[in-house]
Nanobody
Framework: VQLQASGGGLVQTGGSLRLSCAVS????????INWFRQAQGKEREFVAG????????TYADSVKGRFTISRDAARMTVNLQMNSLKPGDTANYYC???????????????WGQGTQVIVSS
């Protein structure tokens, strides 16, 4: 699978951004498409995931109620709508595939390149 993230940028606190992950070459091992993020000096952390076929979603507690993950099968994209952004959301955001639902980077398969999100206070 090939994954390409886009849509990052600079936004003020309380603002919104929409990230997109273009997906191609899905295999039977790529059942879930996830978003992770990594802030400077911190470990990569799970943000949200969506099962490609069923559409079921999982979220990290830190983003529940603010972020929404969705998949568009026709456009082969997985989007992350981020609302009510906080400075703590500043990070490089990555999309990654996995065979099963995951909440850590262990178990992730392919990774796309990151897209940077900066939330100013």
């Amino acid at each position: 699978v090939q994954l390409q993230a886009s849509g990052g940028g600079l936004v003020q606190t309380g603002g919104s951004l929409r990230l997109s992950c273009a997906v191609s070459g899905l295999t039977t091992s790529d059942n879930v498409i996830n978003w992770f993020r990594q802030a400077q000096g911190k470990e990569r952390e799970f943000v949200a995931g969506v099962r490609w076929r069923e559409g079921t979603k999982t979220y990290a507690d830190s983003v529940k109620g603010r972020f929404t993950i969705s998949r568009d099968a026709a456009r082969m994209t997985v989007n992350l709508q981020m609302n009510s952004l906080k400075p703590g959301d500043t990070a490089n955001y990555y999309c990654a595939s996995s065979a099963q639902v995951i909440t850590t980077a262990v178990g992730a398969g392919s990774w796309g390149q990151g897209t940077q999100v900066i939330v100013s206070s």
